[in-house]
């Protein structure tokens, strides 16, 4: 296995995820198998019980796992299946290694961060690596490994050493190491500094790792004598230092590297310039300039709980970009916070209530996201109502498709107390009802987590026409609550159908009003498998319907399995 390491040094937040996915990318375009962890070197075992506004949304894998959101983008840009333990935390070998120490595995030896916690971080890096995530047979050829946080935080320390020992134990040309640094400019006399970057070097260089590349982010491209300077100091050949500066859109990233012949530099570090091809990005290139040059665009109102970050729903945005790059837009989100369409808002804060109120009603569409607790609920069930009674094409995912089912249980069967149990333990109308499940992969977990298959009940609705007519879809879960079964018989007498169920029939998965252009919900998160070039279909349709495009699209494309 040959291992393409990335570390970050300055600050955190440089786009580390960004350039090891590119990295990756680069290296399939020559043709190789690419394979890539994720180490994040918090105690925390996964990231499911983490704020979204604490670290960006949770990513769900096929497999249950709950991870960070750079897998996400490990999986979009490489179109590759990760398992959850592609993800490797603190917590997570810690907690390996403690379970070996009582179960008696040590032998009565006394357990040390080394060699005990470095071995486990050493073993669980080569295992996984060897795990094929590309759909095809045997290990990849090389794994990408992104070590989180920045060079000198106490966190990382074992981590670090064990990617020591690993780069001496697998030999020079099976580890390359790639350090992403900031390359600041300061004040008016605009002087691009390098000595931030030079004390970074010097720390990973004491702690035994010396950098192969040294990729250098900035706001424009670097000088020649900046990079003469980092190659004197830094110990690094001056063809080895690459630039990613700011660009319009991330997947010129990609080409950026390409560009600077990165992949040469990498392929000759790894021994592998006799077995890879020259990197084929036309696809790439089409796709990164199609974008650059896009005039129309479409306005998605956005209304969820945590809108103060837009990481917190990444996936969601980077499922609307694919779909509107599909459909020749740019997408425009206009991003409201539920509380702010609510009563209580009008009276408190009234200029954000009436902005969010005049945003929600020029948006051409309406997008309700995933979510837990009860805070912005009022907001999210106004938005609902609204895209009902007004025709305007409304996804519900997720907490979303709950929102619907309470929205027209209120209005429309006139249960006034209807609600979610999550949200009123003692509703007269529970319509939405805690629905745990026994996971094979989570031992004692209620979270109803990974891919699930939902059945199409019918092939006569929008939804199972955009899956073109598959009797079935196999999408990521992440919930508790579920549309209640007890109430499906009144909910299709008034008109909303109920379209998509697991196998036991029990759990509603999709939701449509049959007399709605488009207003569809859906348990799932759709979002998680969208990918550039192959958009989510859900999204797809949102898109379509939001310009007047979906019937068209529905009648070129024949339902075809």
């Not at 319009?248 to 560009?259: A, K």
């Not at 808002?345 to 309700?368: G, I, M, Q, R």
């Not at 298959?453 to 073109?468: A, E, M, V, W």
């Not at 070039?533 to 939001?546: E, Q, R, T």
Request: aromatic share 6%; hydrophobic share 40%.
């Amino acid at each position: 296995m040959k291992y393409v390491l990335v570390t970050g040094g300055v600050v955190s937040g440089l786009g580390k995820g960004v350039t090891a996915s590119s990295i990756g990318v680069v290296l399939k375009a020559c043709g190789l198998r690419v394979t890539s962890i994720k180490i994040d070197p918090y105690l925390n075992t996964d990231a499911g019980t983490m704020s979204p506004f604490e670290h960006g949304e949770v990513f769900v894998l096929d497999d249950g796992g709950e991870v960070d959101l750079d897998l996400g983008n490990y999986e979009r840009f490489l179109d590759v299946t990760l398992t959850r333990d592609n993800n490797i935390t603190t917590g997570k070998i810690y907690q390996s290694v403690l379970d070996k120490e009582r179960r008696g595995d040590y032998l009565g030896k006394t357990v040390q961060v080394v060699p005990h916690i470095t071995d486990a971080i050493k073993t669980w890096i080569e295992s996984v690596s060897l795990i094929p995530v590309d759909g095809k047979v045997g290990p990849a050829d090389v794994c990408v490994i992104e070590l989180g946080g920045t060079v000198g935080d106490i966190e990382s320390m074992p981590f670090i050493e064990a990617l020591r020992q690993l780069s001496f134990s697998v030999g020079q040309e099976n580890f390359c190491l790639i350090h992403v640094s900031l390359i600041p400019v300061l004040g008016v006399v605009g002087e691009q500094k390098t000595k931030p970057t030079q004390h970074s070097v010097r720390e990973l260089r004491a702690l035994g790792l010396t950098p192969h590349l040294l990729a250098c982010r900035s706001a424009q491209p670097l000088l020649e004598n900046t990079k003469e300077k980092l190659s004197q100091f830094c110990h690094v050949a001056a063809g080895n230092i690459l630039n990613i500066h700011d660009v319009p859109n991330i997947w010129h990233v990609p080409l950026l590297l390409r560009n600077q012949n990165a992949h040469h530099s990498i392929l000759q570090q790894l021994n592998l310039l006799s077995i890879a091809m020259p990197p084929d990005l036309r696809d790439w290139t089409k796709m990164a300039e199609t974008y650059d040059n896009l005039t129309n665009s479409v306005r998605i109102a956005m209304v969820g709980k945590y809108v103060g970050l837009t990481d917190s729903y990444l996936s969601v945005v980077k499922a609307l970009l694919h779909a509107c790059v599909a459909c020749s837009l740019k997408p425009s989100i206009d991003w409201i916070a539920a509380s702010d369409l609510e009563d209580d808002s009008a009276k408190l804060t009234p200029e954000a209530h009436a902005a969010a109120w005049e945003t929600l009603k020029n948006a051409a569409c309406v997008l309700v996201p995933g979510g837990f607790g009860d805070r912005g609920v009022k907001g999210m069930i106004l938005a609902a109502k609204y895209a009902r009674e007004n025709n305007v094409p409304y996804l519900g995912i997720c907490l979303g498709m709950q929102i619907s089912v309470i929205e027209f249980a209120r209005s429309l069967l006139s249960l006034e107390r209807a609600d979610s149990t999550e949200f009123d333990e003692h509703t007269p109308n529970p319509v939405v009802v805690f629905m745990p499940e026994g996971s094979r992969t989570h031992m004692g977990s209620t979270m109803r987590l990974g891919s699930r298959r939902t059945l199409f009940q019918t092939p006569d609705c929008i939804t199972s026409k955009l899956y073109h007519n598959s009797e079935y879809v196999d999408e990521r879960h992440r919930h508790r609550y579920e549309v209640n079964p007890d109430v499906i018989g009144i909910l299709e007498e008034a008109g909303l159908k109920l379209l998509g169920k697991d196998d036991s029939g029990r759990r509603m998965e999709i939701l449509e009003l049959p007399s709605h252009p488009f207003y569809v919900g859906v348990q799932f998160h759709p979002e998680f498998k969208s990918r550039p070039g192959k958009p989510s279909a859900l999204f797809l349709g949102l898109i379509l319907a939001a310009t007047g495009q979906l019937e068209t699209y529905l009648d070129r494309h024949p339902n075809t399995s």
